[in-house]
T-cell receptor, first 116, second 112 residues
Framework: GAGVSQSPSNKVTEKGKDVELRCDPI?????LYWYRQSLGQGLEFLIY????????KSGLPSDRFSAERTGGSVSTLTIQRTQQEDSAVYLC??????????????FGEGSWLTVV | DAKTTQPPSMDCAEGRAANLPCNHSTISGNEYVYWYRQIHSQGPQYIIHGLKNNETNEMASLIITEDRKSSTLILPHATLRDTAVYYC?????????????FGAGTTVTVRA
């Protein structure tokens, strides 16, 4: 597809269950990012991938959160034992590798997670 | 420590130009000015970016002052679908500059 694709668009889960969120970046984009945004709040960085490697995982809020990327393309963000405070929209974004021409980060539409 | 300041809100009449200001007085020489917008419940949408020259694309124009301390995003013919929160950020044009701080942005309401 032309843009960053995320699924599911909406997910309601019970507290304590695990969830997986998927991101399909723009074709050819080697950099991939996960952010989350709570209602009315700013953007919170979670993790950065360059290819299949994650040089920066500093934003993951706890060890219940993990992410992987395979084949330099699709990424999955997994939240184990979900808590109500995990409720947010999870945004995936991608960009080309470092460039001197103005490297733009493009976002997907997000996955809305509600933990009840 | 926001690197940009924007007015909290503005109204615009449908069909008229919307001029959105942004101050970035501490911008570094290698930082670009990027504009995104976020329509309720959607992910941020890239609009335009620039370094020091004025830029135009199919969505908007970006006017950057000569000293690069401020810029203006121009939506030439605002429509109701342009109602959104608009964010001005500065960042190095590298995949390594990704901890984006959107701030509060400007809530633009386009009225019929």
């Amino acid at each position: 597809g032309a843009g960053v694709s995320q699924s599911p668009s909406n997910k309601v889960t019970e507290k304590g269950k695990d969830v997986e969120l998927r991101c399909d970046p723009i074709s050819g984009h080697t950099a991939l990012y996960w952010y989350r945004q709570s209602l009315g709040q700013g953007l919170e960085f979670l993790i950065y991938f360059q290819g299949n490697s994650a040089p920066d995982k500093s934003g993951l809020p706890s060890d219940r959160f993990s992410a992987e990327r395979t084949g330099g393309s699709v990424s999955t963000l997994t939240i184990q034992r979900t808590q109500q405070e995990d409720s947010a929209v999870y945004l995936c974004a991608s960009s080309l590798a470092a460039s001197s021409l103005g490297n733009t980060i493009y976002f997907g539409e997000g996955s809305w997670l509600t933990v009840v | 420590d926001a690197k940009t300041t924007q007015p909290p809100s503005m109204d615009c009449a449908e069909g008229r130009a919307a001029n959105l200001p942004c101050n970035h007085s501490t911008i570094s020489g290698n930082e670009y000015v990027y504009w995104y917008r976020q329509i309720h419940s959607q992910g941020p949408q890239y609009i335009i970016h620039g370094l020091k020259n004025n830029e135009t694309n199919e969505m908007a124009s970006l006017i950057i002052t000569e000293d690069r301390k401020s810029s203006t995003l121009i939506l030439p013919h605002a429509t109701l679908r342009d109602t959104a929160v608009y964010y001005c950020i500065v960042r190095v044009a590298s995949s390594n500059d990704y901890k984006l701080s959107f701030g509060a942005g400007t809530t633009v309401t386009v009225r019929a």
